[in-house]
C-alpha cells in the first residue's frame, strides 16, 4: 500500500510537472507569436526605412553632382576674377605709365621751348662754325659767291642774343679774317679766350689747320695744350685731338709740341726718385706677361737637376724679356705703309673740330641731360628702369677719362681698351720705351744676378756638377765613363748580395734531409707521412736556392746594362740641353742694347 501511494504521489507530481512544462511551452509560444509579430513589424519598418534610405541616397548623389558643378561653376569665376583683377591691373599700369609717358612729353615740349628761347641761336652760330672752318669756304669769298658783309652780320646779330657763347666771338674772329678786318679778328679772339680759354685755341687750331695754315694751327695748338689740358684728366675728345696731332694733320710744328708736352708730362710725373723707380716698375708686369716658355725641350734637364727647377726656369725666361718685347713691339707697331697721304685727307681733325662745335656748354648741359632723360623715358614707354639702364650706359661711354699714365699704359699694351689710332700709340709707345728700356734692364739683371755658376746634376743616384756657362770645357767622356762605373759597382753589391742567403741553402737543405732520415724511426702512420712530405719541401726548397742564385744574378746584371744604358742616354741630353739652355739664356741677355735702341719708325 505504501509503495502504491508512493507511486500515485509521483505521478500527481509528475503531472503537475507536464502541466507546468505545458504551461510553460504555451507561453513560450505566445511569447514566440507576439515576438514573431514584432519581428514582421519591424521588417515592414526596416522595408519602409530602406526605401527611405535609396530615396535619401539617390537625393544625396543629385546633390554631389549639383555640389560639384557648383565647385567647378567657382572655379572658373575664380580663374575668370584672377584674369580680369590682372587684366585690370595691367591697364591700370598701362594707364599710369601712358600719364607718366603723356606728362614727360608735355614735360619735354615745354623744356624744348626753353631750349629754343634760351638756346636757340647757337646751334645757328654751331651751324655757321662748320661752315666757315670748311676748306672751300676761302675761295667762295675770294670768289665773290659769299659776302662777308652779310656773313659778319649775321655773326654779329647771333652775338646780341647769346654775348656769353664763345664760339660765336670764334666764329666772328674766323669771319674777320676772311674779309681781312685784323682789328675785329683780335678783338673777337680775345673775348673768345676770355670766355673759354681751352676751346677757343682748339678751334682756332683746328680752324687754321682746315685751312691749311699748319704753322698757326700749331702755335695754337701749343696754347690748348699748355693752358687747358690736365694730365690726370684726360677724356675722349683729348683722343681725337691726339689723333688728328700724331697723324700729322695739323702739322709738323703741332705734332712736335704735342710731344714735348707729353715728355714734360711724363718728366713732371717722375721728378723724384721714388716716383721713377714708380714709373719704371709699372711696366714690369707686362714685360712679364710677355715672357717666352720653352715648353718641355728642356726635360731631360728639368727631371736630372738637383735642386729648384721652378725657380730656374723663371730665371731663365726673365732674360726672355728682350727677344718678346721686340716681337710684340715689331708686331704691334710695324712700319707704316710707304703711300702718299690722300690731298685734302683730314679724318681725325675733321672729328676733333665738328666734337668740339658740338659740345655743350654747362648752362646747356643740364637741360640737355633732362630732354635726354625724357626721350629715354618716352622711348621706353614709361619704363622707368629700361631707360635708367639706357642712361647709365650712356653717361659711362660719355665719361670716359683716365690719367696720362694709363692711357700710355692702354695705348702701348691694351690698344682693345682705348680709340687710339696708329699714330697716336706709336707717339705713346716713343714716350714709353725708355721706361720699357730700364724695366727690361732690371729683369734682365736680376735674371743674370740669381743665374748660379754651377748647376747640380743627379742621374739615377749619381751626382755631379756642371758649370752654367755654356762655353765652359765639360769632358763628357770622363762624365760618362764615371757614371758607368758608379752603377757598374751598384749592380756588381745587387749581384753579390744574392749569395747571401746562406740559412735557406743550408738550414732548408739540413733541416729537410734530417726529417727524411730519422722520421721512419720515430714516428709512424700520418704523422709519418707528414713528416717526410714537410722533409721533401724544405729539402727541395734548400736546394732551389742553389739554382736561383745564377738566375738571380743574370736578371739583375742585364737590368744593370738596361739601367746603365738609360743613364748614358740621359747624361748626353743633360750635357745637349745644358749648352742649349745657358746659351738661349746669353743671347736673351745679349739682346737688351737691340732693344734699347729700338725706334719706332
Not at 672751300?136 to 654775348?163: A, C, I, M, Y
Not at 714708380?278 to 734637364?301: E, N, T
Not at 725708355?434 to 734692364?441: G, I, T
Request: charged letters at 30%; aromatic letters at 6%; one cysteine or more.
Amino acid at each position: 500500500m505504501d509503495r502504491e501511494s508512493e507511486a500515485d504521489d509521483r505521478l500527481t507530481e509528475l503531472g503537475r510537472g507536464l502541466k507546468e512544462i505545458h504551461e510553460a511551452q504555451q507561453r513560450r509560444e505566445d511569447d514566440l507569436k507576439a515576438l514573431h509579430e514584432r519581428v514582421g513589424t519591424l521588417s515592414e519598418g526596416f522595408e519602409t526605412l530602406r526605401n527611405k534610405s535609396n530615396k535619401l541616397a539617390i537625393g544625396v548623389e543629385s546633390v554631389g553632382v549639383a555640389t560639384e558643378q557648383v565647385r567647378e561653376d567657382l572655379t572658373r569665376t575664380q580663374s575668370e576674377l584672377s584674369q580680369l583683377r590682372t587684366d585690370l591691373t595691367e591697364f591700370r599700369s598701362q594707364y599710369e605709365r601712358d600719364q607718366s609717358v603723356l606728362a614727360a612729353q608735355f614735360e619735354l615740349d615745354r623744356i624744348t621751348e626753353d631750349w629754343q628761347r634760351r638756346f636757340g641761336s647757337r646751334d645757328k652760330v654751331r651751324s655757321l662754325a662748320r661752315g666757315l672752318v670748311r676748306k672751300l669756304t676761302p675761295k667762295l669769298v675770294d670768289d665773290g659767291v659769299l659776302s662777308t658783309d652779310n656773313l659778319r652780320l649775321f655773326v654779329e646779330e647771333h652775338l646780341v642774343h647769346d654775348p656769353d657763347f664763345w664760339l660765336a666771338h670764334a666764329t666772328l674772329a674766323v669771319a674777320a679774317r676772311l674779309t681781312g678786318d685784323d682789328d675785329r679778328q683780335l678783338g673777337a679772339m680775345g673775348l673768345a679766350q676770355a670766355l673759354d680759354l681751352g676751346k677757343a685755341n682748339l678751334f682756332f687750331s683746328l680752324a687754321a689747320a682746315r685751312m691749311g695754315d699748319h704753322q698757326r694751327a700749331g702755335n695754337w695748338m701749343d696754347g690748348y695744350l699748355q693752358d687747358a689740358v690736365h694730365p690726370d684728366r684726360l677724356g675722349r675728345d683729348f683722343l681725337v685731338v691726339l689723333d688728328a696731332v700724331a697723324s700729322r694733320e695739323l702739322g709738323d710744328l703741332a705734332h712736335s709740341y704735342a710731344r714735348q708736352v707729353m715728355v714734360r708730362w711724363g718728366t713732371e710725373a717722375a721728378a723724384d726718385g721714388m716716383a721713377s723707380r714708380a714709373s719704371v716698375g709699372r711696366w714690369k708686369p707686362h714685360l712679364r706677361r710677355l715672357l717666352a716658355s720653352p715648353g718641355d725641350r728642356f726635360a731631360s734637364l728639368a727631371h736630372a737637376y738637383d735642386g729648384d727647377w721652378t725657380q730656374l726656369l723663371d730665371q731663365w725666361r726673365m732674360a726672355t724679356v728682350t727677344t718678346c718685347t721686340l716681337s710684340y713691339l715689331r708686331k704691334e707697331f710695324p712700319p707704316p705703309e710707304q703711300t702718299a697721304p690722300v690731298r685734302g685727307r683730314a679724318r681725325y681733325a675733321e672729328t676733333a673740330i665738328d666734337r668740339l662745335i658740338g659740345h655743350l656748354e654747362p648752362d646747356e648741359a643740364a637741360l640737355h641731360t633732362r630732354k635726354e632723360a625724357l626721350r629715354r623715358f618716352i622711348k621706353h614707354r614709361g619704363n622707368g628702369r629700361a631707360a635708367q639702364e639706357e642712361h647709365e650706359l650712356h653717361q659711362e661711354t660719355d665719361a670716359e677719362v683716365m690719367d696720362f699714365a694709363t692711357l700710355l699704359d692702354n695705348a702701348v699694351f691694351k690698344p682693345s681698351q682705348i680709340a687710339l689710332g696708329d699714330d697716336a700709340r706709336r707717339l705713346a709707345l716713343m714716350l714709353v720705351l725708355p721706361n720699357l728700356c730700364a724695366a727690361a734692364k732690371e729683369l734682365v739683371a736680376a735674371s743674370l744676378r740669381h743665374r748660379p755658376r754651377e748647376i747640380s746634376i743627379e742621374i739615377d743616384g749619381w751626382p755631379t756638377l756642371l758649370p752654367t756657362d755654356p762655353a765652359a770645357p765639360v769632358d763628357a767622356r770622363a762624365l760618362a765613363e764615371a757614371l758607368d762605373a758608379d752603377l757598374l759597382t751598384r749592380t756588381e753589391d745587387e749581384v753579390d748580395a744574392v749569395d747571401r742567403n746562406l740559412a735557406r741553402r743550408i738550414g732548408g737543405t739540413a733541416g729537410g734531409l734530417s726529417a727524411l732520415m730519422f722520421a721512419p724511426f720515430v714516428l709512424g702512420g700520418f704523422f709519418l707521412m707528414l713528416m717526410l712530405l714537410l722533409g721533401v719541401v724544405a729539402a727541395v726548397w734548400g736546394l732551389l736556392d742553389v739554382a736561383r742564385v745564377p738566375a738571380e744574378r743574370g736578371r739583375i746584371r742585364e737590368a744593370g746594362l738596361a739601367r746603365r744604358q738609360r743613364a748614358q742616354h740621359q747624361l748626353q741630353d743633360v750635357l745637349s740641353q745644358r749648352i742649349e739652355f745657358f746659351a738661349e739664356w746669353n743671347e736673351h741677355a745679349a739682346r737688351l742694347p737691340e732693344l734699347c735702341a729700338w725706334e719706332v719708325t
